[in-house]
T-cell receptor, first 115, second 116 residues
Framework: GNSVTQMEGPVTLSEEAFLTINCTYT??????LFWYVQYPGEGLQLLLK?????DKGSNKGFEATYRKETTSFHLEKGSVQVSDSAVYFC??????????????FGTGTLLAVQP | DAGVIQSPRHEVTEMGQEVTLRCKPI?????LFWYRQTMMRGLELLIY????????DSGMPEDRFSAKMPNASFSTLKIQPSEPRDSAVYFC??????????????FGQGTRLTVV
């Protein structure tokens, strides 16, 4: 079935360091891909998305490119801040028996940024 | 719009008691999802609805769990009887489609359930 695999955390970085969180997926068809972020004590918020191959999603300095050839959607940021500390989830939308918005999530990666 | 609203935010109950979690989706969204988040299993989809109709409940762990959506603006997730292993954060989310494009899901702040 469809699935998402992302790197295990925690990822600990110093402020202004470069961030990469790897995400690969398995899917039939052409799913949409998402990165969600969860700050402590809160629900998940959409960070960015890409709906077709070679699309680049970006928001708040984060970027991810939909790579169909490598089935990947890695999250990157050039210079992280302490306020970026959160759990990051990679997800894909699963088309099942027709149109659906069902999301399949990875296990989440905890990012801790130290001043 | 106030976003997806869940209640209560926190629930502590004794084993064997009935627990009801509530969700109000974003107005106009026709998909509603219930997720459970634990350290061990991560984020699991329990059930989702389209136009108030349950589409896929394969993630519901046991018959003790049930979910309803009596109208477009309200859904409940019920656990009866509750057990300590049901302790988790339960999220409700809603979304919409524009033509054939999948839109993102909007999450509530979750209900932290503790069963003692």
């Amino acid at each position: 079935g469809n699935s998402v695999t992302q790197m295990e955390g925690p990822v600990t970085l110093s402020e202004e360091a470069f961030l990469t969180i790897n995400c690969t997926y398995t899917a039939t068809g052409y799913p949409s891909l998402f990165w969600y972020v969860q700050y402590p004590g809160e629900g998940l918020q959409l960070l960015l998305k890409a709906t077709k191959a070679d699309d680049k999603g970006s928001n708040k300095g984060f970027e991810a490119t939909y790579r169909k050839e490598t089935t990947s959607f890695h999250l990157e940021k050039g210079s992280v801040q302490v306020s970026d500390s959160a759990v990051y989830f990679c997800a894909l939308s699963d088309k099942y028996g027709g149109a659906t918005n069902k999301l399949i999530f990875g296990t989440g990666t905890l990012l801790a940024v130290q001043p | 719009d106030a976003g997806v609203i869940q209640s209560p935010r926190h629930e502590v109950t004794e084993m064997g008691q009935e627990v009801t979690l509530r969700c109000k989706p974003i107005s106009g969204h026709d998909y509603l999802f219930w997720y459970r988040q634990t350290m061990m299993r991560g984020l699991e989809l329990l059930i989702y609805f389209n136009n108030n109709v349950p589409i896929d409940d394969s993630g519901m762990p046991e018959d003790r769990f049930s979910a309803k959506m009596p109208n477009a603006s309200f859904s409940t997730l019920k656990i009866q009887p509750s057990e300590p292993r049901d302790s988790a954060v339960y999220f409700c989310a809603s979304s919409d489609r524009t033509g054939t494009m999948n839109t993102e899901a909007f999450f509530g702040q979750g209900t932290r359930l503790t069963v003692v």
